[in-house]
């Protein structure tokens, strides 16, 4: 119902302002079409925002019908395809997008649609472009994810090298701590390895994950009553985990 309203009154809004320099049909000038397109593919993407994929298909096509080599409405229609598992036209739209306008936003998130696919060295390329772009306000986070996909890749040194630059752009990159964490513990720095774990504990939720190396790296640091709460946690939160079947493993 709020989407809705507050859709309404874009779309009040919008035909005002056109009525208000004299126009009859607003969507016949170049101000009034950008301003419809624009209006649809807000509500497009509400939707999207809202769980509704579906439903944000018709406005995402009247977007289109108005201006169709519109990246941001090509951009839309790939998440909203990307979230039904269409892959096939995800990638379509994503490339429709991209060929109008370079885009890091929509690199990275392209990106990040090739990494779900398990194409690694296209996500790469991908990410690699988006971080070209200095002025892009989630730079942090297209370098942590060339950090997760250099792993992927088996780039060990090059994924280290990437979660780092993520941090020094933004320190609350709970991602990039837990892969350097898990990093420098596999190294046996186990120091460090603790330093970036309680920096990720402080900015986020455990996972089974984390809370396997917080239990290893308690046990190496000689803290006991860590490391049986978050054996406990483990426990009763992910009983069936490959994480602890691992710890128990570890036990015997």
Not at 94 to 112: C, M, V
Not at 175 to 196: F, H, I, M, N
Request: aromatic share 10%; with cysteine; net charge neutral.
């Amino acid at each position: 119902m709020a989407l809705r309203i507050a859709l309404i009154m874009l779309f009040a809004g919008f035909m005002a302002g056109c009525v208000s320099t004299g126009h009859v049909d607003p969507l016949k000038t170049d101000e009034g079409r950008d301003q419809a397109r624009d209006a649809y593919i807000q509500l497009g993407l509400g939707y999207v925002r809202q769980g509704a994929a579906s439903r944000a298909k018709t406005p995402l096509r009247k977007a289109l019908e108005i201006d169709p080599r519109s990246a941001d409405a090509h951009a839309a229609l790939a998440l909203v395809f990307q979230t039904e598992m269409e892959n096939e036209l995800a990638d379509k739209h994503y490339r429709e997008a991209l060929s109008d306008r370079r885009d890091a936003r929509i690199l990275n998130n392209y990106g990040s649609f090739l990494f779900e696919q398990g194409r690694y060295q296209d996500a790469m390329e991908r990410f690699r472009q988006a971080s070209e772009d200095n002025m892009y306000s989630e730079r942090a986070r297209v370098f942590q994810n060339m950090g997760m996909t250099a792993l992927k890749l088996g780039q060990r040194e090059q994924a280290e090298t990437y979660f780092n630059r993520a941090l020094r752009l933004d320190g609350r990159q709970p991602g990039a701590l837990l892969e350097l964490a898990e990093l420098a513990y596999e190294s046996g720095q186990y120091v460090p390895a603790k330093r970036y774990y309680d920096s990720f504990s402080a900015l986020s939720e455990q996972n089974a994950r984390s809370l396997l190396l917080g239990i290893r790296l308690a046990g190496i640091h000689g803290n006991r009553d860590s490391a049986a709460s978050l054996a406990l946690q483990l426990k009763r939160l992910y009983p069936g985990s490959p994480e602890y079947k691992q710890f128990l493993s570890e036990q015997r």
